[in-house]
């Protein structure tokens, strides 16, 4: 039986990371009017429109500077990786696809999309933590 590991387990942390995330993305609307999906942000800079470039690669840059700052500051964070280079790509391109074919990723339908109630974010979460779920079992219990 599984049991939660109490040494790495940060629930303060976590709820402040949400709430923050939640807060952001309720400003970003309110001030912007736009939906603080980050694959929609991106997806935007590789079909440009005039006057929407701007506000999109600082978007992107901000994403990019935070982690630099942070490791800056209070150093690199500890993370162990257990899969090789190969896992990580094809994972990475599976994320890729999968934000594809629903139209949004984890965090636009799971923050943006339910927050507004739409009908398609809540069954596009639903089917993302599904698979998440059945894919952690098969690959903890069925084929190891």
Do not use: E, K
Not at 32 to 44: A, D, F, P, Q
Not at 46 to 72: C, H, K, N, Y
Request: aromatic share 8%; hydrophobic share 55%; proline share 5%.
């Amino acid at each position: 039986m599984p049991s939660i590991d109490w040494i790495h387990f940060t629930p303060w942390a976590s709820l402040a990371g949400g709430l923050l995330i939640g807060l952001a993305a309720a400003i970003f609307i309110l001030v912007n009017g736009r939906i603080l999906g980050v694959s929609g942000i991106v997806g935007g800079l590789l079909r440009p429109q005039s006057g929407d470039v701007g506000w999109r690669l600082w978007f992107i840059l901000g994403m990019l500077a935070a982690p630099i700052l942070w490791t800056l500051l209070a150093g690199p964070p500890v993370s162990n990786i257990d899969s090789g280079w190969t896992t990580l790509v094809i994972a990475g391109l599976l994320v890729g696809l999968g934000t594809r074919l629903g139209s949004g990723c984890t965090s636009g339908h799971g923050v943006c999309g339910i927050s507004r109630l739409s009908p398609r974010s809540l069954v596009a979460t639903l089917i993302f933590m599904a698979v998440g779920f059945i894919t952690v079992y098969l690959i903890r219990h069925v084929l190891s």
